[in-house]
């Protein structure tokens, strides 16, 4: 059964960081890529960043410049964000999606977790 799993989500302070996790099952990683996106109620599914199926390429919205990083290690199964400097804007429930192009368009991805909170507050 094909699954992706985002963990590592919870709530902490401005300027705080987490780290989350995107481990997958019933389906050989490393010939996806991966995306992570967040949403808030009201608004639509934003994609964040993506990383290429081996690694090579990342892609970030320009709101998470420099704040978040992307990695994934294939022998593992996971994909992981690195969130460093998070700000209250940043709240949202954060998703990971298995697609076959690097891209932040939702549409384009096949496979996609249940998500994981994360909130920013003092």
């Known amino acids: 059964q094909l699954q992706l799993v985002e963990s590592g989500g919870g709530l902490v302070q401005p300027g705080g960081s987490l780290r989350l996790s995107c481990t997958t099952s019933?389906?050989?990683?490393?010939?996806?890529?991966i995306g992570w996106f967040r949403q808030v109620p009201g608004k639509e599914r934003e994609g964040i960043s993506c990383?290429?199926?081996?690694?090579?390429?990342?892609i970030y919205t320009d709101s998470v410049k420099g704040r978040f990083t992307i990695s994934r290690d294939n022998a593992k199964n996971t994909v992981y964000l690195q969130m460093n400097s998070l700000k209250p804007e940043d709240t949202a429930v954060y998703y990971c999606a298995a697609g076959k192009i690097v891209t932040h368009r939702a549409s384009a991805y096949d496979y996609w977790g249940q998500g994981t909170q994360v909130t920013v507050s003092s």
């Open positions: 990383i290429s199926s081996r690694g090579g390429l990342t």
């Open positions: 019933g389906f050989i990683l490393g010939e996806y890529a």
